[in-house]
């Protein structure tokens, strides 16, 4: 499967993205979990959210009161719906999916198959 991220770009502090993960050659929905990542300068890739096969949602403490995911199966993506956005939000973000969720889905290296990654800045 290839994995395509969108949606990112500038905005202000307290505004909102929708950030998409569109996939050809494969059903986002057949895989175990897909999620979000993000890599902000100089830091770590850190975990934002997943969804698995069954439509179970994980989101990452720090963000869960403001990062919703979901996904649209008739369109084969996975979105994350970003809203209150902080200047810490300021990130590349990569969509990431994987062929079984029982291992685990906070880690990268749960996780098969990338998007190149979209970036996201915010400005305060």
């Known amino acids: 499967v290839q994995l395509q991220a969108s949606g990112g770009g500038l905005v202000q502090a307290g505004g909102s993205l929708r950030l998409s993960c569109a996939a050809s050659?494969?059903?986002?929905?057949?895989?175990?979990?897909v999620g979000w990542f993000r890599q902000g300068p100089g830091k770590e890739r850190e975990f934002v959210a997943a969804?698995?096969?069954?439509?179970?949602?994980v989101q990452a403490e720090s963000m869960k009161t403001r990062f919703i995911i979901g996904r649209d199966n008739y369109a084969n993506t996975v979105y994350l719906q970003m809203n209150n956005l902080k200047p810490e939000d300021t990130a590349v973000y990569y969509c990431?999916?994987?062929?079984?969720?029982?291992?685990?889905?906070?880690?990268?290296?749960?996780?098969?198959?990338w998007g190149q990654g979209t970036q996201v800045t915010v400005s305060s």
């Open positions: 990431a999916a994987g062929a079984d969720s029982s291992s685990g889905i906070l880690r990268p290296g749960d996780y098969n198959f």
């Open positions: 050659g494969g059903t986002l929905s057949s895989y175990g979990m």
């Open positions: 969804i698995t096969r069954t439509g179970t949602t």
